[in-house]
């Protein structure tokens, strides 16, 4: 669903009804929060800060559409991140201020000198690196009169839930529920299921229709084999043109890479291809036992703590669920051909939480409403 800007949350809600989308009491009641918020941060007053707004519930419920409604309507600083990419910002300014003596406090007030607001799209904690930092930087941010908006899949309390140390997690956590209005956004049903016009981007066992997409989309274009540089890692892509690129699954998935080379990636191809796409689901690993280690940040006494179990596959899900989120962020559609359907292409492992946004937003790549610049809720 396309849209011309609108000046308020509210006014895209209404624009949003009136192409046809389907109403939600859950993302009315987000709506008018976020409308309460617009009108505070343009009201002229700079204190106290407004409360900020929290939107947690399941995958597809237009959680991510309703916070870049906000976020785009906006007159005063502000800056939007996916909440993975700020953590590794954050963590490239610690390396930075290496030395300093309150380098969180000071980080914070670089971000205030930048935006009044941040907003977070899929706020998830599974680090104790990230919830030590988190512990204070989120202190830190309110105290300096920042405004959050997040999305997540979880409410506050469940955030690192059963993590190691989660008690360092706890002031931010308090913070939170201090500083934003909580709001639970499920109108039970995944908008991204609606009834769309369909766009085939997922294949099955069927190697020739990336073949034939390949060379419809590089028609007239220079084409290679030849491995390549992208964010300093050597790729070695089937073949790539000017406006697309085309790996198998082993040449991408399963090689060392994180999300920062997707971003760049994506930064430089319009279209990715990605072919032969193993079924992902495994056999559970037995669960490890780790005894009391250090964390990174300090000594600490623990105990026998169990380990999740892990499949083998689950080191390529993750850099998959990296690779469909870099590509869902900047709307460049993602080509796949897979031994599986789907809906069985990851069933079974540590992941499936996590792979439950991925199979949704793949699910919604598989239509006309998504592609460069769309927007739908």
């Given at each position: 669903m396309t849209f011309s800007p609108a000046s308020s949350p509210l006014q895209s809600w209404h624009q949003a009804l009136e192409q046809g989308f389907v109403a939600d009491t859950a993302q009315q009641k987000a709506v008018l929060a976020l409308q309460a918020l617009h009108q505070s941060l343009h009201d002229g007053s700079t204190t106290p800060a407004p409360m900020g707004v929290y939107l947690w519930g399941p995958v597809g419920r237009g959680k991510t559409w309703l916070m870049d409604s906000f976020h785009n309507s906006l007159q005063v600083p502000s800056r939007r991140q996916h909440f993975h990419h700020f953590m590794q910002w954050v963590h490239r300014r610690l390396f930075a201020l290496t030395g300093s003596a309150d380098p969180l406090s000071i980080i914070a007030r670089e971000l205030a000198a930048e935006a009044r607001v941040l907003c977070f799209d899929e706020l998830f904690i599974n680090d104790i690196g990230d919830a030590s930092i988190l512990g204070r930087l989120f202190l830190e941010m309110f105290a300096q009169g920042m405004v959050l908006v997040a999305t997540s899949n979880q409410p506050p309390q469940q955030l690192y839930e059963h993590g190691h140390n989660r008690e360092r997690l706890l002031p931010a956590i308090a913070a939170i529920q201090q500083h934003m209005r909580v709001l639970q956004v499920d109108g039970g049903q995944d908008h991204r299921l609606h009834p769309a016009q369909a766009v085939q981007r997922y294949w099955v066992r069927d190697e020739q229709a990336l073949a034939g997409l390949f060379d419809q989309l590089c028609e007239g274009q220079s084409c290679s084999d030849r491995p390549l540089t992208v964010n300093h890692q050597q790729l070695h892509p089937l073949r790539h043109c000017a406006t697309a690129i085309w790996f198998d699954f082993s040449q991408l998935c399963e090689q060392p890479l994180a999300a920062q080379d997707f971003?760049?990636?994506?930064?430089?191809?319009?279209?990715?291809?990605?072919?032969?796409?193993p079924g992902l689901s495994g056999t559970l690993r037995e669960a490890g036992i780790a005894r009391?280690?250090?964390?990174?940040?300090?000594?600490?006494?623990?105990?026998?703590?169990?380990?999740?179990?892990?499949?083998?596959?689950?080191?390529?899900?993750?850099?998959?669920?990296?690779?469909?989120?870099?590509?869902?962020?900047?709307?460049?559609?993602?080509?796949?051909?897979?031994?599986v359907p789907l809906d069985e292409l990851y069933t079974s492992g540590a992941l499936t939480f996590s792979f439950r946004r991925t199979l949704s937003r793949l699910t919604e790549m598989q239509s006309e409403r998504f592609g460069a610049n769309a927007v739908s809720p």
């Open positions: 971003m760049a990636l994506c930064d430089r191809y319009p279209v990715i291809l990605l072919g032969r796409v009391g280690t250090e964390d990174a940040v300090e000594q600490v006494q623990a105990g026998d703590r169990v380990l999740p179990p892990l499949t083998r596959q689950d080191d390529s899900v993750r850099r998959l669920i990296a690779l469909v989120d870099e590509c869902y962020d900047r709307r460049v559609p993602l080509y796949i051909e897979a031994d």
